[in-house]
Nanobody, 126 residues
Framework: QVQLVESGGGLVQPGGSLRLSCAAS????????IGWFRQAPGKEREGVSC????????YYADSVKGRFTISRDNAKNTVYLQMNSLKPEDTAVYYC???????????????????WGQGTQVTVSS
């Protein structure tokens, strides 16, 4: 069974940091592009960052550039999202998504992905 499982969310004060993990089970992430998305209450799901299967390509939403870093450890079958300098507007449920591709690419649109995790809540508040 193909599964993506997010973890690492929680409550953090503004300016703090969190590292989210997206772990795969039932398959190897080696040939999967992975995207991180988030959805705040009453808002549409938005792309945050993505990374190609080889990690040769990464993309970030303008709102998180310079603060978030996506990375992957294929040996651990896990993709990470390091989030620094968190702001209250980063509060949302964060999802990871995957799609197998032989191309060194990823897409910041949810329609492109085949598999989704269940999400992890990130709350930035004092």
């Amino acid at each position: 069974q193909v599964q993506l499982v997010e973890s690492g969310g929680g409550l953090v004060q503004p300016g703090g940091s969190l590292r989210l993990s997206c772990a795969a089970s039932g398959f190897t992430l080696d040939y999967y592009a992975i995207g991180w998305f988030r959805q705040a209450p009453g808002k549409e799901r938005e792309g945050v960052s993505c990374i190609s299967s080889s990690a040769g390509s990464t993309y970030y939403a303008d709102s998180v550039k310079g603060r978030f870093t996506i990375s992957r450890d294929n040996a651990k079958n896990t993709v990470y999202l390091q989030m620094n300098s968190l702001k209250p507007e980063d509060t949302a449920v964060y999802y990871c998504a995957g799609r197998t591709t032989v191309q060194a690419m990823c897409v910041m649109s949810s329609w492109w992905y085949d598999y989704w995790g269940q999400g992890t809540q990130v709350t930035v508040s004092s």
